[in-house]
Nanobody, 124 residues
Framework: QVQLVESGGGLVQAGGSLRLSCAAS????????MGWFRQAPGKEREFVVS????????YYADSVKGRFTISRDNAKNTMYLQMNSLKPEDTAVYYC?????????????????WGQGTQVTVSS
């Protein structure tokens, strides 16, 4: 059974940092692009950042550029999201996803596997 499990969410004050992890099991995703999406209350899920199979190519949403950093460790089958300078508007459930393509993609339909999500709450 293929699973993506996020961890590292929590409550943090504005300006603080969190590091999310996405651990994959059941198969390796070392040849697949992966990404992070988020869904705030009352809003649709939106793209945050993606990374290609090797980690050499990344795409960031403008809203997180310069504050968030995506990385991956293929040996551990794990992806990370370092979030700095957090803002209240970053409050959301964060989902990791793995795609069919080795590329870093930004569209939900390009992703086949999804985690259950982890809550990130940023207080003002």
């Amino acid at each position: 059974q293929v699973q993506l499990v996020e961890s590292g969410g929590g409550l943090v004050q504005a300006g603080g940092s969190l590091r999310l992890s996405c651990a994959a099991s059941g198969r390796t995703f070392s040849s697949n692009g992966m990404g992070w999406f988020r869904q705030a209350p009352g809003k649709e899920r939106e793209f945050v950042v993606s990374i290609n199979w090797s980690g050499g190519s990344t795409y960031y949403a403008d809203s997180v550029k310069g504050r968030f950093t995506i990385s991956r460790d293929n040996a551990k089958n794990t992806m990370y999201l370092q979030m700095n300078s957090l803002k209240p508007e970053d409050t959301a459930v964060y989902y990791c996803a793995a795609g069919r393509s080795p590329m870093a993609l930004m569209i939900e339909r390009d992703y086949d596997y999804w985690g259950q999500g982890t809550q990130v709450t940023v207080s003002s």
